[in-house]
């Protein structure tokens, strides 16, 4: 059985920097699969912050974060991370790592239901 683990969140100020991480077991990087980051503010819908898919190097990230976030990856240790610099209180959220067995066309990295395994979110509080 998979299973997502995320870790990192915090207390930050306006600024910052965090590093959150998502240990994944029961899966090992091999074939097709999609990784990818998502938060929910409070009051909001859950939203696709970065992916990457198997069988390429590049990441994809959502216009509010990008030059901000970085999501990779360390195959030996079956983690994924997201690096989040210059962290703004709307960054406020709880981050949670997704994953599925297939490799998602870029349109459907965003729904929500396009994930088949998540982890249990890790709270990231940006104060101004």
């Known amino acids: 059985e998979v299973q997502l683990q995320a870790s990192g969140g915090g207390l930050v100020q306006a600024g910052g920097s965090l590093r959150l991480s998502c240990a994944a077991s029961?899966?090992?990087?091999?074939?097709?699969?999609?990784i990818g980051w998502f938060r929910q503010a409070p009051g909001k819908e859950r939203e696709g912050v970065s992916f990457?898919?198997?069988?390429?190097?590049?990441?994809i990230n959502a216009d509010s974060v990008k030059g901000r976030f970085t999501i990779s990856r360390d195959n030996a240790k079956n983690t994924v991370y997201l690096q989040m610099n210059r962290l703004q209180p709307e960054d406020t959220a709880v981050y949670f790592c997704a994953l599925t067995k297939r490799r998602l066309i870029i349109s459907n990295l965003w729904p929500i239901a396009s994930y088949d395994y998540w982890g249990q979110g890790t709270e990231v509080t940006v104060s101004s």
């Open positions: 990457f898919r198997s069988s390429e190097t590049r990441t």
């Open positions: 029961g899966f090992t990087v091999r074939g097709d699969y999609t």
